[in-house]
Every structure is written in structure tokens, then in C-alpha cells.
Nanobody, 116 residues
Framework: VQLQASGGGLVQAGGSLRLSCSASMTTIFRMNTMGWYRQAPGKQRELVAR???????NYADFVKGRFTISRDNAKATGYLQMTSLKPDDTAVYYC??????????WGQGTLVTVSS
């Protein structure tokens, strides 16, 4: 399975963006937990949010109340709606699928830049 992330861009602080992550295989997508991670320059990759196959989600504390993760299994696509963006949210955002085999599958990343 392959993942294709999109939707990044340049936005002013306080603005919004919606990221999308499309999977190449619908069956594998709908059976597995997907997540969004991010990596800022000079920092380690960190979890932003995850959503299970059944729709249960969890979030990093630093995005609670601002970001919403969702998925459309029929379209094999996951989303990350980001609001009230801050300059600290600037990072490359990666989508991830937690499969039994071959394990974690990563998309190519999409850059989000938030200007102050």
C-alpha cells in the first residue's frame, strides 16, 4: 500500500488548512489505524493524531481543540483539519498507516508553513 499526502501550504497564524492522505488500497486502509505525524526542522518526528479503523481518535496535547482527524474508508482517504494554526505548527506533516504487515507505512510528507 502507498500513501499520498497533500494539502500543505503557507498560511498566516490563526488560519486553517486541511491535509489529505490517500491510500492506494482501500481494503488495507479501512482495516488499519491511520495517523498524522509531523517533523519540524531540527526536531524529531512526533505524533499529532491517530484514528482507529472504527473511528476512535486521540490527539497530542498541543493540538487538542484545534485539529481534527477523520477518515473516509470508502474513499481510502484520511484527513487532518487544522485550525487556529500557530507558527510552532510549521513542519512537514506525514500520514501513516499502522498495518500488521509490512508494519508502519508512511506517506511522502507535505509541508505546512505558518507565518506570524
Amino acid at each position: 500500500v502507498q500513501l499520498q499526502a497533500s494539502g500543505g501550504g503557507l498560511v498566516q497564524a490563526g488560519g486553517s488548512l486541511r491535509l489529505s492522505c490517500s491510500a492506494s488500497m482501500t481494503t488495507i486502509f479501512r482495516m488499519n489505524t491511520m495517523g498524522w505525524y509531523r517533523q519540524a526542522p531540527g526536531k524529531q518526528r512526533e505524533l499529532v493524531a491517530r484514528i482507529s479503523a472504527g473511528g476512535r481518535s486521540n490527539y497530542a496535547d498541543f493540538v487538542k481543540g484545534r485539529f481534527t482527524i477523520s477518515r473516509d474508508n470508502a474513499k481510502a482517504t484520511g484527513y487532518l483539519q487544522m485550525t487556529s494554526l500557530k507558527p510552532d505548527d510549521t513542519a512537514v506533516y506525514y500520514c501513516n498507516l499502522e498495518t500488521y504487515t509490512p508494519g508502519h507505512v508512511w506517506g511522502q510528507g507535505t509541508l505546512v508553513t505558518v507565518s506570524s
